[in-house]
């Protein structure tokens, strides 16, 4: 799942775009496993792409997927079931054991939780469909972009996103992302994630 953090436009924008490489529990919730990786490289209703980070709150969670909220105003359904088989699917048991543990914000809507630390408060409340694998430098660059109320200090956008073919190692997907030659060109300046190994499964993000 690829992320942007920041305005790519207005005065002096500053960009940073990085990359999580999250473990899906299709043994778990298949269906829901199988539809959220469809939303993630669907470049048409129902889609991630262009949705919000709505919800930060530093070293707690953040809540990502709300696709009434759109960058640039683009339509969207947001209200659209996309999830049906939550209920048939969930196991309630899975914990929020770690930071970068994902999970369903509700049945009904297309939001889900990333955690930033172990929140015991969250089971059996969200049923948990995935962990974060690598990328903890930028999971801790959006715990640190939050406010204790929640609203986020700058937009975080989901940019898209996709599955890696069995058999394939995820470190080859951590390439960092071209950095264009002249940092002006496109009109911002742009930071780039380097995946460093430092922020892992356990302990704390953004404390």
Do not use: C
């Amino acid at each position: 799942m690829d992320l942007r953090i920041g305005r790519e436009e207005g005065k002096d924008p500053m960009v940073t775009r990085g990359r999580l490489i999250i473990e899906l529990f299709d043994d778990i919730m298949p269906r829901t496993v199988e539809q959220f990786i469809k939303m993630l490289e669907n470049r048409v209703e129902p889609t991630y792409r262009g949705s919000n980070v709505t919800t930060i709150l530093p070293g707690d969670y953040a809540i990502a997927g709300d696709r009434t909220s759109f960058q640039e105003g683009a339509a969207s359904l947001g209200s659209q079931v996309v999830f049906s088989r939550v209920e048939q699917e969930a196991n309630w048991q899975v914990p929020h054991l770690n930071p970068g543990v994902l999970s369903l914000a509700d049945a009904k809507t297309s939001k889900f939780y990333v955690t930033f630390r172990k929140a015991e408060e969250l089971d059996g409340w969200h049923a948990v469909f995935g962990k974060t694998v690598y990328g903890f430098d930028m999971l801790k660059a959006v715990s640190e972009h939050g406010n204790e109320n929640g609203n986020p200090k700058e937009p975080v956008i989901i940019m898209g996103g996709g599955s890696i073919p069995k058999g394939t190692h995820p470190r080859e997907f951590l390439k960092a992302m071209e950095v264009p030659k002249d940092e002006e060109e496109g009109g911002y300046k742009k930071k780039v994630m380097r995946y460093s190994s430092m922020y892992r499964h356990t302990g704390l993000i953004g404390n």
